[in-house]
């Protein structure tokens, strides 16, 4: 039986998903308030930039997998795309399929895990994935699928922690593995901060900017590049399947 990283632990691949989706369960409900809080708003800058690094434009159909929360589904709406949300976790979707119903946009909601996606070859302009990619078990398999489904000439654009200029790593893991759980006890509630612990963990187990940029090749991607953003702390990468 192969096994996989859950934060610092290593379980069984067959866990993985199961585990992930109780820390997503435990968190849903204060999601998007510890962002603004964790980030201190920073997080709204990054999913910016990222849907600019995207060039999404009016009429051009979007897959956002683990859409969670819907921030860049909304943000790829409001520029005129056809968008659908996809998530593995029921409450992340349900609360992302709300908040854009608030927006005043409709898009389709679909559970599904991102290493098997439902979606027909070659369907999609553009597929984007922001702060999921570290928590799917099989990351090369779900870059794969997202591929597939990538029309020629699309782009797919990943939005993840990544490495941190080395001179800030030991503050950053001051602040993640003590400031974080501290926050999520007193925001989320009792027992989040086993689960913000875990988010911590799962940046620092996830390849870094090269590993990553490496793998989106491997998934049959061309022209990939990356841009760090406040100082490595996230990373954007973005690939384009040329044929």
């Known amino acids: 039986m192969s096994d996989t990283d859950f934060g610092f632990e290593r379980i069984a691949e067959q866990d993985k998903a199961k ?61 005129g795309a056809q968008v659908w949300m996809s998530d593995v976790n029921g409450a992340m979707l349900a609360r992302g399929r709300d908040r854009m119903l608030d927006a005043g946009r409709l898009a389709p909601a679909v559970r599904c895990d991102a290493e098997r996606l439902p979606f027909a070859d070659a369907a999609f302009d553009c597929v984007c994935v922001g702060f999921g990619l570290r ?81 989106l090749e491997r998934a049959g991607l061309e022209r990939v590049e990356w841009f760090n953003l406040a100082a490595g702390v996230v990373a954007v990468h973005r690939g384009w399947k040329l044929r």
């Not at 990054?46 to 434009?57: I, M, P, Q």
């Open 135 to 215: 928590n799917m078990t099989r990351k090369d398999a779900a870059l794969a699928e997202m591929a597939r489904v990538l029309k020629a000439g699309g782009r797919l654009v990943v939005l993840e922690f990544s490495r941190v200029w080395e001179p800030l790593a030991r503050p950053y893991d001051l602040y993640s593995f003590g400031v974080l759980p501290w926050l999520g006890e007193r925001i989320v509630g009792e027992g989040a901060g086993a689960a913000y612990r875990y988010l911590a963990e799962s940046i620092r187990t996830h390849p870094d900017q090269a590993a990553l940029g490496a793998m």
């Open 19 to 79: 585990r992930v989706r109780a820390v997503f369960d435990r968190v849903a409900d204060r999601y998007d308030l510890m962002n603004d809080l964790m980030s201190l708003g920073l997080h709204r800058l990054w999913k910016a930039f990222a849907v600019t690094a995207a060039r999404v434009r009016a009429g051009e159909r979007v897959l956002d997998v683990a859409s969670g929360s819907g921030d860049l589904a909304r943000a790829c709406a409001a520029r």
